[in-house]
Nanobody
């Protein structure tokens, strides 16, 4: 079973940047989709960004600010977050899907707090 470990969260001021990393315990080369979700207090988990093959997708609220990349050689997925806003505060989770007929694997999450 694939293990995912997120890192890179923390406290940052509005307008700042963070880069989240998601390290997988095994090869993600053949995984059809890698994604980042977030969950703010009292809200449902939200898909933030995904990468499927060479295609990336973003929720409207982060377009132009966030960038998802995957490094199959390092079994790692990244989320570069720029121009952070207070509303980006949440726990960020990484997910991996091996095939479209299977469920996602999930990490434990990393906290991001955007505050002055």
């Amino acid at each position: 079973q694939l293990q995912l470990v997120e890192s890179g969260g923390g406290l940052v001021q509005p307008g700042g940047s963070l880069r989240l990393s998601c390290a997988a315990s095994g090869s993600i080369f053949n995984y059809v989709r890698m994604a980042w979700y977030r969950q703010a207090p009292g809200k449902q988990r939200q898909l933030v960004s995904s990468i499927t093959g060479g295609n990336t997708a973003y929720v409207e609220s982060v377009k132009g600010r966030f960038n998802i990349t995957r490094d199959n050689a390092k079994n790692t997925v990244y989320l570069q977050m720029n121009s952070l806003k207070t509303e980006d505060t949440a726990v960020y989770y990484c997910s991996a899907r091996r095939s479209w007929s299977e469920n996602d694997y999930w990490g434990q999450g990393t906290q991001v707090i955007v505050s002055s």
